[in-house]
């Protein structure tokens, strides 16, 4: 993977001595490399590339003309030949030894701490009472990169508490990339032109919408903050993205053109949409969105990825792109402030605890073993969540594993849990069915479309 890694340096080198003539030659020169391996995908880029009507050209041209070099250098290398070249083929190779689950990412907890206290957040249940050490973060990642795992995401609390450290391990796994789900208000100056320094640390900020829906979940004046850090990320030439909740109460203007033209305009370049999780004892099940309005954020976000400027990502909508569910380390796990390994993010279930066990034999554990020997949860891929679409999937796996819930302070049962998902489960079947009927992804309409 050196000669990859050195390979990919010089063709960036080579691409800024003049980006307009040298983008192609580049594309020339990855074609060649895949083998025939990525074609519809490589075949969109150099369109994007080559053809100015495409809504993606001006997203190449910023990515050449706003992000610093070393930045996009950095990102490129470790996303694209640690993350996927080396760290793919690892994984696969150790999922077949070892005969589990081994996760492209790892989310993980640096701290349970954070500085705001937003409405319906499961994280500010927990207090500041909880941390990873940096050796414990640190010994995580030294794992991982042993397992083939070069991406870390960072959740919480909110991990910009604990900067100092996240700049140390930074710098210490240089062959990996950062992605860091943050409220963006401890971000300042200085930070930045380390972010701009170490070149492998990606924000992805919270944002409920505009200012009255982000301002109303996460405290007055938290949108003007907001703003005035991803302005401040601009002015750096820094890559950062999006993260964005969409519930019943703010679907309608998250998900509109107003909201996504804004956050072009702003220089975004990526968001993440996800969908509201009832997690947590004080969770309201009344945020969950209604299947209309879950449709709707379906093909809003599907349309603009199509034809604007910014990559989108729908975490529950997208499951036909990777197969279904991707936790239980199937592609990521995560591990929470006091180092339980729970399957997901919003799935607070573990029997295996990263200072009692390796993370090998935390995702060969009874809990992780039973996602492995489950996915996927259902053959629709509108209803991939073992919890939101097939909630007896997650009582069922529980039960048997005898996993216990990691939050701490208000401990909820699994029954619990998804006893506040069975009604959504039921009401969404129906519209999933008829999406997936005539989804081209569906196993059977590819059949179909092979034999005309």
């Known amino acids: 993977m050196t000669l990859k890694k050195i390979g990919l340096e ?20 990855a074609d060649q490399f895949a083998k025939g391996e990525f074609v519809p995908q490589r075949r969109e880029v150099r369109k994007a590339i080559t053809d100015p009507s495409h ?46 689950n081994i996760p492209w990412a790892i989310l993980l907890d640096p701290t349970s701490a954070c500085n705001l206290h937003c409405t319906g957040c499961w994280a500010a249940e927990y207090g500041n009472k909880l941390n990873l050490t940096f050796d414990e973060i640190d010994d995580i990642i030294r794992q991982g990169k042993e397992l083939g795992v070069y991406l870390y995401i960072y959740t ?5 508490v604990r900067n100092n450290d996240l700049i140390r391990l930074c710098e210490k796994h240089n062959d990996c990339i950062f992605l860091c789900f943050t409220n963006s ?8 032109d380390e972010m701009l ?20 979940r996460r405290g007055s004046g938290v949108y003007g903050k907001v703003i005035d850090t991803i302005e401040l990320l601009h002015r750096k030439k820094l890559l950062y993205g999006i993260s964005a909740c969409y519930t019943s109460a703010n679907f309608e203007s998250i998900t509109s053109e107003e909201f996504y033209d804004k956050l072009i305009e702003m220089g975004v370049y990526f968001i993440w949409y996800f969908h509201y999780m009832p997690v947590g004892n004080d969770a309201s099940p009344e945020l969950l969105p209604s299947p209309e309005q879950r449709r709707k954020t379906c093909e809003r976000i599907r349309h603009y990825r199509a034809t604007k400027p910014l990559f989108a990502m729908d975490f529950q909508n997208d499951a036909e792109y990777v197969g279904g569910c991707i936790a239980g380390g199937r592609r990521y796990l995560h591990i929470n402030a006091n180092g339980d390994m729970d399957p997901c993010v919003f799935i607070h279930y573990s029997d295996s605890n990263i200072r009692e066990k390796t993370l090998l034999e935390g995702l060969q554990s009874p ?11 259902n053959e ?17 796996m529980v039960q048997k594993s005898g996993a216990h819930s990691t939050d701490l302070q208000s401990p909820e049962s699994a029954e619990h ?9 039921r009401n969404w079947k129906p519209v999933a069915d008829e999406l997936w009927e005539n989804s081209g992804r569906n196993p059977k309409n590819i059949s179909q479309g092979q034999n005309r």
């Open 10 to 29: 010089q063709a960036v080198n080579y691409l800024y001595k003049d980006p307009e003539k040298n983008l192609e030659k580049i594309m020339n020169w």
């Open 55 to 100: 809504p993606y050209y001006p997203f190449v041209r910023r990515l050449l003309y706003d992000l610093d070099p070393n930045v996009l250098k950095t990102a490129a290398v470790n996303f694209f030949v640690n993350a996927v070249m080396a760290g793919w083929p690892k994984q696969e190779k150790c999922r077949k030894k070892y005969g589990c």
């Open 156 to 160: 919480g609390g909110e991990p910009m």
């Open 185 to 192: 208000t401890l971000i300042d100056e200085a930070f930045a």
């Open 197 to 216: 320094r170490v070149g492998n640390f990606v924000p992805a900020i919270s944002l409920e919408g505009f200012e009255e829906a982000t301002d109303g």
């Open 367 to 377: 809990m992780m073993m039973a996602y492995h020997e489950g996915q996927p949860f």
């Open 380 to 396: 629709n891929m509108y209803r991939p969540c073992p919890m939101l679409e097939n909630p007896e999937k997650l009582r069922e």
């Open 417 to 425: 849990l998804c006893a506040k998902c069975d009604a959504y489960a």
